[in-house]
């Protein structure tokens, strides 16, 4: 039997030793077994290999405890099991998504034409929005996209979309799940702080011009490696010029714009065509919780199916299934407006500066640390940096980030991750929930001494 043990983010164990644990789950019986046996099963064998979000030391990922608010939404949801599908497979359910979004809009003070759409994920969201930008584009060359597809372009293998270096992996799968290649998504470089690089991106786009058609540009508010924020406002006016879609993905950063001080870092997101953002994530909203913006509401119609059961020709009713499938949705509003209304919006401000504020507070720190190299100026919650250790050369120093990490994780008492900036391996530190710079600090010195005895131990393969 696994020791319980409350102070660990989770056991530490191997795959190995989880796989055999986890067995005697699904080892399916004929007769079935009580809750409390069930009960005592998943208490002994899966919780302790679940992550524990809420504990201090995770640090490494973008994932958060549900919220009390959101939690008391969720169970509400799950409890009636409500489909938001259209007005007549749940009318509270598909008026409240209406509602919801029409007041997110004005949160994130979007345009007044903006209109949203709950999806399952960001990395949907993002595809959805590549989507309604290769629609616009079939209409400026005067045919329907959801009639003629690939086949009206006149030059199909020239479209392309631009994207930062830095921008996450989702746009790979959109660009490859709508039938483009990884050719047609192009990577723009970036200035010493990971934000796309303004001129150098204008000089990319007049050789890029002769032999391609640039469809879209996607700007990201918060990189996912470490929460730079690209410059919005500069990349629309590239967009106006060149007359492309801009997408802004804001799947982790978009929250931050929410906090007074910090939405200067954003403008320029309500001039964007589509605008992703996730509330599962430093929101605190139960999984599956993410939403697409558009700017003109009318977008969404590029979305819409008809059908004789649901969707029905010439009915007005509220169908969030309109804007984005699939038909059997999540009621994935209740639990954001629950939070948001039990937190009051000035709470929501705090919960959200307090990571931000710890992570600048050991940026400063560290600033002077001998032991430290920082890797970027932090503009949200995140912090790259590498461990300085006379005993490994720079040659080394890949493998030496990569087996401290390793050494940092097995323990299951701190979780920081192990990312790369261009080929420079880095450890990563995320704050998303409240926190303190102390508790920050905890972990970054845990990490130095994991750290020298890797050294020690040393690093050679
Ligand atoms: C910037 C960014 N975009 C998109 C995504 C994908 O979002 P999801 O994990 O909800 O699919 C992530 C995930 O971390 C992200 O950081």
Avoid at 15 to 27: E, I, R
Wanted: charged share 25%.
């Amino acid at each position: 039997m696994l020791k319980k043990d409350n102070t660990l983010i989770f056991s530490g164990a191997s795959p190995a030793k989880v796989m055999k644990d986890l067995q005697p789950l699904v080892d399916f019986q004929d007769e079935g077994i009580s809750t409390e046996e069930l009960n005592q099963m998943l208490e002994e064998k899966l919780l302790p290999h679940l992550m524990k979000y809420n504990h201090p030391g995770f640090l490494s990922m973008f994932n958060d405890f549900p919220e009390k608010g959101a939690k008391m939404g969720a169970k509400l949801s799950l409890e009636y099991n409500q489909g938001v599908t259209d007005w007549y497979v749940s009318p509270g359910g598909a008026m409240l998504e209406e509602l919801c979004i029409k007041a997110l809009c004005s949160l994130f003070k979007l345009d007044a034409g903006s209109d949203g759409t709950f999806m399952y994920s960001g990395t949907y969201a993002n595809q959805e929005a590549l989507y309604l930008a290769l629609h616009w584009k079939a209409e400026q060359e005067g045919f329907d996209f959801s009639q003629e597809g690939f086949r009206g372009f006149k030059n199909p293998e020239r479209l392309v979309v631009l994207t930062s270096v830095d921008a996450h992996f989702s746009l790979k799968h959109a660009v490859r799940i709508l039938g483009l290649g990884d050719k047609n998504l192009l990577t723009l470089e970036v200035d010493k702080n990971r934000r796309i690089d303004i001129s150098l991106m204008q000089e990319a786009i007049e050789k890029l011009q002769e032999n391609h058609d640039i469809f879209c540009v996607v700007a990201t508010t918060g990189t996912t490696s470490t929460g730079s924020i690209d410059n919005v406002q500069q990349i629309f006016e590239v967009c106006q010029r060149i007359d492309a879609w801009l997408h802004v993905d804001g799947a982790y950063g978009l929250a931050y714009s929410l906090v007074p001080e910090y939405r200067e870092r954003f403008s320029g997101i309500e001039f964007a065509d589509s605008v992703s953002w996730d509330p599962h994530k430093q929101f605190g909203i139960p999984i599956p919780n993410s939403i697409l913006f558009v700017r003109r509401k009318e977008d969404f119609n590029r979305m819409a199916l008809r059908s004789d059961y649901i969707y029905r020709e010439g009915e007005s009713v509220p169908s969030p299934g309109l804007k984005s499938p699939p038909s059997t949705r999540p009621f994935s509003a209740l639990p954001l407006v629950t939070s948001i209304r039990h937190q009051g919006i000035t709470k929501i401000h705090e919960r959200l500066r307090s990571p931000l504020q710890a992570i600048e507070s050991i940026y400063n720190t560290l600033k002077t640390d001998s032991e430290i190299e920082l890797c970027n100026e932090p503009e949200t919650g995140i912090i790259c940096f590498r461990i300085k250790n006379e005993q490994i050369s720079e040659n080394q120093m890949n493998r030496f980030l990569k087996l401290v990490y390793e050494d940092v994780i097995s323990e299951g008492k701190h979780s920081i991750s192990f990312t790369k900036l261009g080929n420079k391996a880095v450890l990563r530190l995320v704050a998303i929930t409240p926190t303190t710079a102390e508790i920050l600090m905890k972990t970054i010195s845990y990490v130095k001494k994991k750290a020298s005895i890797v050294a020690n131990r040393g690093v050679q393969s």
